[in-house]
């Protein structure tokens, strides 16, 4: 099983939107409405910030918003702000045996 | 307030055997599967294994499938990762994580334990 592909790298500037995409396979983002996202700053644990491809849980930004279109889900972050620089991971569920597949992780940077 | 505190990493050298625990609180855990997660020094997550709330259904990556095994304890509201065959490529910090009862994603994570495979 192979990870989810996403950018390296994406930067905005502060107030700015910029959006993560998450590209898979009919496996698992484009086969489940199973995709979440999470944030992880430096020396942290990652945090769920969206899951069941759209919903927030409790406590995230409304800033932060999810969808999918075929194999390729995206995190759009608005009114980008310092403390949503970090590190951003996309994951689906997997038909395969792996249950739970990430991306690559992208690294996001406020300008 | 749910908590999951991982413990048990360490330096163990090459075919070197570590258990790794994590224990939950803030929640009722016999009700919650739960997964592993590790992150290598400077890489990205790699899900590790997943044993469901009765410990009826487990799965492991294909990496670790043969040399790890999970288990729980509800009783003690623990969740354990058995590692053998260590090799350096295990080298990580290994997260243990809450599944949402509502689909597969994984909506709290301990702060991990880290796992260093070295001679």
């Known amino acids: 099983q192979s990870a989810l592909t996403q950018p390296a790298s994406v930067s905005g500037s502060p107030g700015q939107s910029i959006t993560i995409s998450c590209t898979g396979t009919s496996s698992d983002v484009g086969g489940y409405n199973y995709v979440s996202w999470y944030q992880q700053h430096p020396g942290k644990a990652p945090k769920l910030m969206i899951y069941d491809v759209s919903n927030r849980p409790s406590g995230v930004s409304n800033r932060f918003s999810g969808s999918k279109s075929g194999n390729t889900a995206s995190l759009t972050i608005s009114g980008l702000q310092a403390e949503d620089e970090a590190d951003y991971y996309c994951s689906s569920y997997t038909s395969s045996s792996t249950l739970h597949v990430f991306g690559t992780g992208t690294k996001v940077t406020v300008l | 307030e749910v908590q999951l505190v991982e413990s048990g990493g360490g330096l163990v050298q090459p075919g070197g055997s570590l258990r790794l625990s994590c224990a939950a609180s803030?929640?009722?855990?016999?009700?919650?599967?739960m997964s592993w997660v590790r992150q290598a020094p400077g890489k990205g997550l790699e899900w590790v294994s997943y044993?469901?709330?009765?410990?009826?259904?487990?799965y492991y990556g294909d990496s670790v499938k043969g040399r790890f095994t999970v288990s729980r304890d509800n009783a003690k509201n623990s969740l354990f990762l058995q590692t053998n065959s260590l090799r350096a490529e295990d080298t990580a910090v290994y997260y243990c994580?809450?599944?949402?009862?509502?689909?597969?994603?994984?909506?709290?994570w301990g702060q991990g334990t880290l796992v260093t495979v070295s001679s």
């Open positions: 803030g929640f009722t855990f016999s009700r919650y599967s």
């Open positions: 044993i469901s709330f009765g410990s009826n259904t487990i």
């Open positions: 994580a809450r599944e949402t009862n509502s689909g597969w994603n994984l909506d709290y």
